[in-house]
């Protein structure tokens, strides 16, 4: 089952041409991200970066941007994971308001050490949580 | 010859693992396709979203994540065109620090009506600038 | 009776010094602005910007910062009305952590008419809603 | 003499009625520190933050916002040393466009310990770059 969540474009995401800022809509795919790890498996960012002295950062993006979206609406993220690699995690999140596809974004997350920089295999604890979808 | 410039990595570009968080390079990456079209395409991006009430959204975009870039660090930004179609721009900006490659970005613009939305030829003005790199 | 409302500290508010960089402050602090005109005041800010053309900019803002929020945390955002003039509106937004102080923010929000910058008397149907905290 | 030094407003710090988003100015007035500090301080921000683990949060902030400011806009920064204390800096920044002003920040810094939070004196070595206008 992917993981679902919501964001509302707010006044910060619009650009000039009252639409929402492609820069932006990364800050909600990390923030649907980090929801996706407190919430499904388990490591808050917190535990993860400051605890653990880990990161998952992004080596690979794709996006899509198939309509503009706009002040005031309300997103819908779909996060499924398409791999998961021995230290790397492909995942996929569409995003849709109203049914209406708004963008598709495949990454790649990396685990790694924040001391070293170097990437690390998943914890057992972390791996049994990422469900394929097909 | 491709258009470079260059820009600094700041604190608010940096997350708490002490390096660029990576929506923060696509603020990086639209500044210099701003620059790009005032200085290349003479056009600066006021007057083509409120004088023309047009725009350059991002309908693709793809991003090859190196090395992470840190506090204090210059990164060097290098756009070339890369295709031209009739309401479309293909653009490559590879990223370095001191020769060392940071990430490549490959996205697609499409030039549109901010009104309706709907996309528009290049004016022949802006095309004659789009110069296409081999 | 004031207007409440909660933000979860993420990843993109944290700074490398592992706590909330104050410009992000004023991103969530706008963002309840906009939840308390949309949610009491009856005017959502894609209704007051886009639909009638006007705006409420901040003309001056003051703010003391207690003690760092970090990541993770859950702020509690506690929104009053401290004066409401012809054309403006005071407030103020307390922030708390479990109780804990964190910030307190006094701004002054002017209406205005967005193709001429000049301020408006607040509509009547807005002004009524605009209840004095004492 | 006043630290001067400018920004450009560009699209990403833009709202959707075409002006300056005023948490954008936060990272713009951040950045100017960040320039003083390197500048004239003589302490870039990565040495403070990453070698030193010290900060400089800000405590206080008090900001008038005198007109907006658009998209292309040149606006220039003055950064004037209000006053030193122990463990604090009072500064003042006037920002202008074309020798209008545009806004009038005057913030309180502090030298911190990361590790402990606590404030620290400031290093003679930076305490003695530290001229107070009047």
């Known amino acids: 089952m992917p993981f679902t969540t ?45 605890t653990s002295r880990t990161g998952v950062p992004t080596a690979r993006i794709e996006t899509d941007f198939h ?31 109203g049914g209406e596809p708004r963008l598709t974004c495949d990454a790649t997350l990396v685990f790694v050490d924040l001391d070293s920089g170097r990437p690390l295999p998943w914890p057992e604890a972390m791996r049994c949580h990422f469900a394929i979808e097909s």
């Open 67 to 97: 309509a503009p979206s706009r002040l005031g609406e309300t997103l819908d993220f779909e996060l499924t994971i398409r791999d998961v690699g021995r230290t790397s995690l492909a995942i996929r999140t569409a995003v849709h308001c």
């Open 6 to 50: 919501q964001r509302k474009v707010r006044f910060q995401h619009c650009d000039p041409a009252g639409i929402v800022f492609y820069p932006r809509y990364y800050e909600m795919l990390n923030s649907v991200v980090e929801d996706y790890f407190a919430e499904v498996v388990g490591h808050d960012f917190n535990r993860l970066h400051v």
